[in-house]
């Protein structure tokens, strides 16, 4: 998956560099990475083809992002009743797959609010 786009303004070898770059987070060694998505060169050297290149390659940032946005707005998720979960969700096998999904959307895909089904809590 990849999340938001943003457009690094670096130095090499005295000079600025952009590149598109995304964070995300590396569970095994617990610490925010950066990945570089595409090099874009030497701000110098673009300026030949493009009058103000951070802000051009700001705006391609910008269609790249809402296409990311336009490709996760529909997902699936399966879950397996049967199958234990990670104690980390504190939810065990009882049915409560109501609770595990508005978990997974609130914090992993990013929704604000959830609806538990009506039968928890009865």
């Excluded at 590149?19 to 050297?45: A, C, F, M, P």
Aim: net charge positive; charged share 30%; proline share 2%.
């Amino acid at each position: 998956m990849i999340y938001m786009l943003s457009l690094k303004v670096g130095k090499s070898r005295g000079r600025d560099y952009l590149s598109i770059i995304t964070k995300y987070w590396d569970r095994e060694n617990k610490q925010s990475r950066t990945k570089t998505v595409r090099s874009l060169g030497y701000v110098d050297e673009l300026k030949k083809d493009f009058i103000d290149p951070i802000a051009h390659f700001k705006e391609v940032v910008a269609v790249m992002n809402q296409e990311i946005e336009a490709e996760n707005k529909n997902f699936s998720i399966s879950l397996n009743k049967d199958e234990l979960l990670s104690n980390r969700t504190g939810i065990r096998k009882n049915g409560a797959t109501g609770i595990l999904v508005g978990k997974l959307s609130k914090h992993k895909f990013g929704f604000k609010e959830f609806v538990v089904p009506s039968t928890m809590g009865e």
